[in-house]
């Protein structure tokens, strides 16, 4: 079940909890599926999907105390497993998950004040919502950037000799301005904002980006990768 130890209460505690419970439930629907899909039994009881504040999940039972400590996820999420198509159920699931996260970070917000509860919703909604990660969606900017092939300073793409290397136009932009122009670019995996201090590393195919610890490539041995494939494009390609 879902637990606050500390008992969040500043926005930027509150979102550190929102999103540590989010990379738990997108790790649950994305790189953990299939064993996220063998634990929800229809057979069982009624199983609901939680995302923890390590960044874990945990498939189990709803509290049992009333009320709960924290608002509960989506209860009986097993019974459509065999029923749908598996796609629709993940995304289904990832729907009700986005809801969830949403009522937790709420209730444990529900003291800010109004200017407070703005700024936290604003912080949450420039990360893509679960759903929008799992089905794969690009959410949709209010003003999108002209240049919307740009990429992060310091992130690693590979030349046509196979090369890797960094954005040489970005390199010589202004400190300020990169931060700014790349302050939206989020992890394909995690949604982690841009860190110019961390690698990141482009998908040729969807031209998405990701940390390197994410999909586990290193500077290293991005180097010797031709063309770089992200999980979800190898594992669409093997359909």
């Not at 634990?39 to 999907?49: I, S, T």
């Not at 996260?101 to 709420?106: E, G, I, N, P």
């Not at 040729?204 to 494009?233: F, M």
Request: aromatic letters at 8%; charged letters at 30%.
């Amino acid at each position: 079940m879902a637990s606050v130890s500390s008992g969040p209460r500043t926005v930027e505690e509150i979102f550190k909890d929102y999103s540590s419970r989010r990379a738990g439930i997108i790790r649950a629907l994305t790189y953990d599926v299939d064993e996220f899909y063998g634990l929800c039994d229809p057979e069982k009881e009624n199983l609901c999907l939680y995302g923890h504040t390590n960044e874990t999940w945990e498939v189990n039972l709803p509290a049992e105390e009333v009320p709960p400590e924290l608002p509960e996820p989506a209860l009986g999420i097993n019974f459509a497993r065999d029923g749908m198509n598996r796609r629709d159920w993940l995304s289904l699931i990832a729907v009700h998950s986005d809801c969830w996260l949403l009522s937790v970070a709420f209730y444990l917000g529900a003291r800010l004040n109004r200017n407070e509860r703005k700024r936290l919703f604003s912080m949450i909604n420039e990360l893509p919502t679960v759903f929008e990660v799992v089905t794969e969606r690009k959410p949709v900017k209010d003003k999108p950037n002209a240049d919307s092939g740009s990429k992060p300073r310091g992130s690693t793409k590979r030349s046509s000799d196979g090369q890797a290397k960094s954005n040489p136009r970005l390199a010589d932009e202004s400190f300020e301005e990169d931060e700014d122009e790349h302050s939206e670019t989020l992890c394909g995996t995690c949604g982690g904002n841009y860190n110019a201090d961390e690698f990141w590393i482009g998908c040729d195919i969807c031209e998405r980006w990701y940390h390197g610890k994410c999909v586990k490539i290193t500077p290293a041995k991005a180097e010797s990768i031709k063309q770089y494939k992200c999980p979800s494009c190898m594992k669409r390609g093997r359909q």
